[in-house]
């Protein structure tokens, strides 16, 4: 995999400052070096949602994980009641420079072709809703096990802030749940229900909350039991031909991103969408 | 999407004939303008086979729907009882001449291109039974409702007949039922009754035929509810990588239907299959 | 399809001797002349290990079968209780010589090149427990029925050995049960019982034991319905991509092998699994 982006920009000759890259206040890690299982827990309130500076800490932190030969496998979960992940934090996509957009979509690709891409072994441990980003980062997880609650939600939903999602989201999307199911979701932009996205097969697993954390740690266990070399290049067999294609198109999918979240139609949209949020609360 | 073959042909200078390009009486076409929503009901006794002649008008209408900006979605149905359509007409591909076999075929890939391509929501209400190329129409809809009577079948039976479902078929129906299914049931040209095509996902939902129009209009009210330019562009990164098979392999596609529609064999297959049904009757 | 290796090497003048290549004491073949439908029933006990010898001898058996214009059906099923195939042979991969592993690699090609791509039609009758290369087998076929008991399991289960499923087994899988589900089987190298196999489409039906044999004949009827050339032609369509992407990397494939198979640390394994079951027994 390509070297992380942000890490080469830093001027050559100065000191490594630990600004944002180095900013750990948004996910806590903890590794369990007796198991080599690390969980990595969004705290980031209210929604964790994915700004450039969780995605920033993301990427670093998993970064560090990967190469930490004691960590074989993950669990992601949340510290934040009812939640997972809200998706990519929509600000950030809002009355910003072009420059700003680039670097924050650069981020979100470089998130997903660490996490997709993992070595190890990732289980989402989804206590709470995760729609859009949220439900990428659990789609890209080894396996899902998520809280048993009709209440919270999970998928794809894009199309009803009246965005799309892009051909990776697409692609990740349809090798879990089939193109037939993918097809009508994304066009609907459907939040599943819990016991609805296990179903479909969005997640593998329902559980009651208070058994989430131990049932991720059996799961875990049953896929570590496999010789690491071997299951990384399958891991890796299955997963190569759509990681590549995002390798690919880079860039092009970099400017089509700008050029479609800087239309005013699709800027007023987002206003909207973060007015109706506002008065949610 | 290219413009369409027949008008093309049309001499410059000459008045515009309407001529069969203007039939318009194998499909009665209502649109309510209020919620934006068409009907095509097939009305073409006895069993609405896809002739030249329908499928000229079927696009023809459905070009119209898609450029009136009042019309956003469109309800496929039939107004023959017990048949939705029995599929490609088999006079117009026995004992005819190369250049009929062509024409035909070019119209039959250019209703496919529509209707699989448009940007409208397209849902089929299945209220009879839908073999071969009446299924292929049922399959390149957003969305299919079926009448729950198990004595309505569906499915691509052509190899039944002796001939073989084009690849674009085989794709359509792949994307919605899986590999594994569409080939067993290809290979074996199965028919589907009502309830069967529901378990392996041919079609969506089923319901009383009373109650099929009002669950079309439901659902049809519930893809409109998003907002048109975001679901376009979903529907379209679902459905190009298909369509554009075809487009890059279409006169190769004609060439092929004429050479195998063509061979003594086939022609014989076809004349047995039609006595067969006169039989029936 | 290319002509097979082996015997193109057979020194030219000299008589035509019936060494190896001509072994007929792994697999039974019986042809039922009125039916067009042969048995090829594996006995080579212990386990019906797929050795140099057996697929040598499946591949001419097969081959005859195919050439034979009585014979339009195969039932692939077992002679040796409890046991469908236990997959390629451990022997043949461990401290053997590069050409050893070479000519082994190219009789594993050719036979799922030969049945995969068969005309005929192939149903296995799973009759035991078919890890690995049994299974790959029983992937190949048209259909695939198996005994109910739960103590007979199924799978790809080579991460479990510590080595990596050939991607062409990986494409014959994700075929039959989709993408997410070899994912996941592939990575834990899953053996499925019976029960479990069906409900993730891995076997189409179960059926008692006393039952299987004439539970095969009756879906080869179903199937022998058809027209030979539209099903024919039909399932080539269906497979032919797979089947293209091996042909197209075939030696690249064996290269791949060899230099996977004759690690110092992939041997160790092997012995140590080989090992493991001389221990169970």
Excluded at 2 to 23: E, I, K, V
Excluded at 134 to 139: I, N
């Amino acid at each position: 995999p390509p070297a992380w982006g942000r890490a080469a920009r830093q001027p050559p000759g100065l000191p490594h400052t630990p600004c944002r890259a180095f900013s750990n206040n948004k996910i806590l890690v903890e590794l369990d070096e007796s198991s080599g299982v690390a969980t990595m827990k969004f705290k980031s309130p209210p929604v964790n949602s994915l700004s450039l500076d969780f995605l920033t800490e993301f990427c670093i932190s998993l970064e560090k994980l990967e190469n930490n030969r004691a960590c074989r496998g993950v669990i992601l979960t949340s510290a934040v009641p009812r939640i997972f992940s809200s998706g990519l934090d929509i600000t950030e996509m809002c009355g910003k420079t072009m420059e700003h957009y680039a670097e924050f979509w650069r981020a979100v690709q470089e998130t997903w072709l660490r996490l997709y891409g993992s070595n190890m072994v990732t289980v989402a441990a989804i206590n709470g809703s995760s729609p859009a980003g949220g439900c990428l980062l659990a789609l890209s997880c080894d396996y899902r096990i998520m809280v048993e609650d009709p209440k919270f939600t999970i998928g794809l939903n894009e199309a009803q802030l009246g965005i799309v999602a892009p051909f990776w989201f697409k692609d990740t999307f349809v090798t879990v749940v089939g193109h037939r199911v993918a097809e009508r979701a994304l066009q609907l932009g459907s939040l599943h229900p819990a016991p609805e996205a296990q179903k479909i097969g969005l997640v593998d697993e329902l559980v009651p909350e208070e058994k989430l954390q131990e049932k991720a740690v059996a799961v875990m266990a049953q896929w570590l039991a496999l010789p690491d070399h071997a299951r990384q290049l399958t891991k890796s067999m299955m997963r190569k031909a759509v990681l590549d294609r995002l390798v690919a198109h880079r860039e092009e999918d970099v400017k089509n991103f700008i050029s479609f979240i800087s239309k005013e139609s699709i800027q007023k949209s987002l206003r909207m969408y973060m007015e109706m949020l506002k008065k949610k609360k």
